[in-house]
């Protein structure tokens, strides 16, 4: 055999091995889109169609809770932030949770902020309850610099829809010790998504157990 032929041959056989090498990456490629889907379109995470917020003082240190009922009867609150299309996202504790850890350098920020916030992902007709709960009082209020200010004890819930943007209602009712119970605000969602009327009546969403569960002063 001459230097010619086997020249030929060598080249037909890095043909073979550039050909499987190909074959191993394209099932490779397979074999990740398997087992690493795409995101459907319907796994993607819900819109919210309605955002109930209840604010207080930004300085006060009282810890709020905000209790919000269906139509069906599914209630959300710091016990319970899942319930039915309702999700509470975040329990404020007032300023003692007001401190945001950098996961980077470690450093803490102070985020002066008292806010919570209930999502109804979707509309069930009828008739929603909001409440408001005072968990815990401080009767003495200070500034960001130590510096004892006049205590503001207001609470105020404001009901946006989203599609499109407005503020249906919006609430503020003074609070004056530890245990209140304040029916801030009910309304009533229509088919179409839509709120027709709202009252200040009482309401009795807050159970027992979390005027039960007071913390000591």
């Not at 499987?20 to 169609?49: H, Q, R």
Request: aromatic share 10%; hydrophobic share 40%.
């Amino acid at each position: 055999m001459n230097n010619r032929s086997r020249f030929k041959s060598s080249l037909g056989f890095t043909d073979l091995l550039f050909n499987l090498l190909v074959g191993f990456v394209f099932l490779f490629v397979v074999a990740f889109i398997l087992i690493n889907p795409p995101v459907k379109k319907s796994d993607a995470p819900k819109k919210a169609e309605f955002l109930i917020v209840m604010e207080w003082h930004n300085m006060s240190s009282d810890d709020m809770d905000m209790w919000v009922q269906d139509p069906n009867g599914e209630t959300t609150s710091f016990t319970n932030k899942h319930a039915g299309l309702l999700n509470l996202e975040k329990d404020d504790l007032g300023i003692s949770n007001d401190l945001i850890r950098d996961p980077v350098d470690g450093t803490y920020t102070v985020l002066r902020l008292n806010r919570e916030v209930v999502t109804i992902r979707g509309t069930v007709p009828g008739r929603y309850q909001v409440a408001a709960h005072v968990y815990s009082y401080k009767p003495t209020q200070f500034d960001k610099d130590g510096e004892v200010i006049e205590k503001v004890n207001f609470v105020k819930i404001t009901v946006i829809k989203l599609n499109p943007y407005k503020e249906e209602i919006i609430i503020e009712r003074p609070y004056e010790l530890r245990g209140q119970v304040l029916p801030m605000v009910n309304f009533t969602i229509d088919d179409d998504g839509n709120v027709t009327d709202w009252d200040e009546e009482e309401n009795n969403i807050v159970f027992n157990r979390a005027v039960q569960r007071l913390p000591s002063l």
